[in-house]
């Protein structure tokens, strides 16, 4: 018989989450697999992460096929590492289910009026930005998650660089430090480049002595003169601020960076390996002294859509 509220759809999620845990349950098992029982939240970190990561380029691909396979690997880490959680004796995966939707009805009271986020609601928010303000005046007021002495505290420093600069970019702005357009962070990008100029000339400009084997020293290695250590860190400074400006950059055009270079990298693959192709087939070596022949085969791979 059909639950009250519930939907054929939801029905056969209900029953597919049932056995897919039920698989899980098995893997972790006594006389399941070895590999899944030695699993610790901890050491899934890294699958989890990169997981993701591959869901989101399946999806930027616009292969929905892949899409699916993707997001049920996400799916499989995350209830794996909860149910590890579950064994061990801290909360259960219905905990975390149960905790995710309490928590999504709370912060949408427009939809769920009885919800204990009301109190933050004035009138129906009528846009998109209108939703995310309430949603951080819920997680504030409601659920009392002021973070510490600073509004960016709450940004998790394990994030992903770029996603993180983002992250602490749109913290700051809803505290009104911001930019007020695009075209101020260009140009703000067009000086950090100058700047990383500047920085490079005056490390080169040092003139190291000479290494064992009659080079200059590099940076940071055995004998390597302070100045020029404090000249590199100088230079990866400089390289920091622009790479922080260009997130500023992408985020003020409406772009997650993070998702953009994950997309540039696959482009990248794609038309590196067609240039390997195109060079071992025609015989020609690949190295240095045939960048011309690289060039061409690269410009091929780009008008071939690749």
Request: proline share 5%; with cysteine; net charge negative.
């Amino acid at each position: 018989m059909q639950k009250e509220g519930m939907t054929d759809g939801s029905q056969a999620a209900a029953a597919s989450f049932s056995r897919f845990f039920d698989v899980i349950r098995t893997l972790r098992a006594p006389g399941g697999c070895p590999w899944d029982r030695e699993q610790t939240p901890l050491s899934l970190r890294r699958d989890l992460i990169e997981e993701v990561f591959e869901a989101a380029a399946a999806i930027s691909d616009g292969d929905a096929a892949h899409a699916k396979e993707e997001l049920g690997d996400v799916l499989l880490n995350a209830v794996m590492a909860a149910y590890i959680y579950e064994q061990n004796g801290y909360f259960s995966v219905a905990d975390v289910i149960d905790g995710v939707a309490e928590k999504i009805v709370r912060r949408h009271p427009h939809v769920f009026p009885e919800s204990a986020g009301a109190a933050c609601m004035t009138e129906a928010p009528a846009s998109s930005e209108a939703v995310l303000r309430q949603w951080d005046a819920i997680k504030e007021t409601v659920e009392g998650r002021q973070g510490g002495n600073s509004v960016l505290d709450d940004v998790p420093k394990g994030f992903p660089p770029l996603a993180r600069a983002c992250k602490l970019q749109k913290k700051a702005a809803k505290r009104g430090f911001d930019w007020d357009g695009a075209d101020m962070v260009a140009e703000k990008v067009l000086e950090e480049v100058g700047e990383i100029r500047q920085a490079v000339s005056e490390r080169d400009a040092l003139s190291p002595a000479p290494g064992a084997d009659g080079g200059p020293r590099k940076p940071f290695s055995a004998g390597a003169p302070a100045e020029l250590d404090a000249a590199q860190l100088h230079v990866e400074e400089e390289v920091g601020d622009l790479l922080f400006a260009v997130v500023n950059y992408a985020r003020h055009l409406g772009v997650d960076p993070e998702v953009a270079l994950c997309r540039t990298n696959e482009k990248f693959c794609r038309r590196f390996s067609y240039v390997e192709r195109r060079m071992k087939e025609s015989e020609i070596p690949f190295d240095h002294a045939h960048l011309a022949d690289e060039d061409r085969f690269w410009d091929e791979a780009k008008k071939s859509g690749l």
